[in-house]
T-cell receptor, first 115, second 112 residues
Framework: GAGVSQSPRYKVAKRGQDVALRCDPI?????LFWYQQALGQGPEFLTY????????KSGLPSDRFFAERPEGSVSTLKIQRTQQEDSAVYLC?????????????FGPGTRLLVL | KQEVTQIPAALSVPEGENLVLNCSFT??????LQWFRQDPGKGLTSLLL?????REQTSGRLNASLDKSSGRSTLYIAASQPGDSATYLC???????????FGTGTRLQVTL
């Protein structure tokens, strides 16, 4: 594809609902990253994958957050029993290879609002 | 915890003015530093990447400098234009980790 795409672009959930956010990386990109950006803040790292392997999930804020990339392409970030503090923009990024300094290409984000 | 801070948080300048955005980081053992631009409702666009061994990078009207010893970077924008209005984020990479640690951003508005 032309770039990283994310869906849905906007999601409103009632507190306690489960949500699933999708990321389609650039075709052929090995690495995939998820970041969370609260209002007025910079993005914060959540987790990343190399192909289907989740190499680092140290940024996931709680066990309600779960990410997967079963076939090494599309990734899904799932949030169970959403809370108001989960309201944020969730950004996905991909890079061609896994390496320090490799350019990460970002998607437009999914804006999640938990009521 | 590694922290990245950006000053000012917001800036408004008239068109044509030169300006400097600041970024500071607490842990000087960075691998590289990047400057990104974020437009409302859109993802981040990488502007410049400076390796830890470099002092500066230039692209068009943009110049980014890096001083590892003092834990600082600056983004210089020459002859600002209304189209430069956006939020500018700096991000650092440490060691062998590929993840980015972002600053809080500077929201820039260039007025006519």
């Amino acid at each position: 594809g032309a770039g990283v795409s994310q869906s849905p672009r906007y999601k409103v959930a009632k507190r306690g609902q489960d949500v699933a956010l999708r990321c389609d990386p650039i075709s052929g990109h090995v690495s995939l990253f998820w970041y969370q950006q609260a209002l007025g803040q910079g993005p914060e790292f959540l987790t990343y994958f190399q192909n289907e392997a989740q190499l680092d999930k140290s940024g996931l804020p709680s066990d309600r957050f779960f990410a997967e990339r079963p076939e090494g392409s599309v990734s899904t970030l799932k949030i169970q029993r959403t809370q108001q503090e989960d309201s944020a923009v969730y950004l996905c990024a991909s890079s061609l290879v896994l390496g320090v300094g490799e350019t990460q290409y970002f998607g437009p984000g999914t804006r999640l609002l938990v009521l | 915890k590694q922290e990245v801070t950006q000053i000012p948080a917001a800036l408004s300048v008239p068109e044509g003015e030169n300006l400097v955005l600041n970024c500071s980081f607490t842990d000087s053992a960075i691998y590289n530093l990047q400057w990104f631009r974020q437009d409302p409702g859109k993802g981040l666009t990488s502007l410049l990447l400076i390796q830890s061994s470099q002092r500066e990078q230039t692209s068009g009207r943009l110049n980014a400098s890096l001083d590892k010893s003092s834990g600082r970077s600056t983004l210089y924008i020459a002859a600002s234009q209304p189209g430069d209005s956006a939020t500018y984020l700096c991000a650092v990479t440490y060691g062998t980790a590929s993840k980015l640690t972002f600053g809080t951003g500077t929201r820039l508005q260039v007025t006519l």
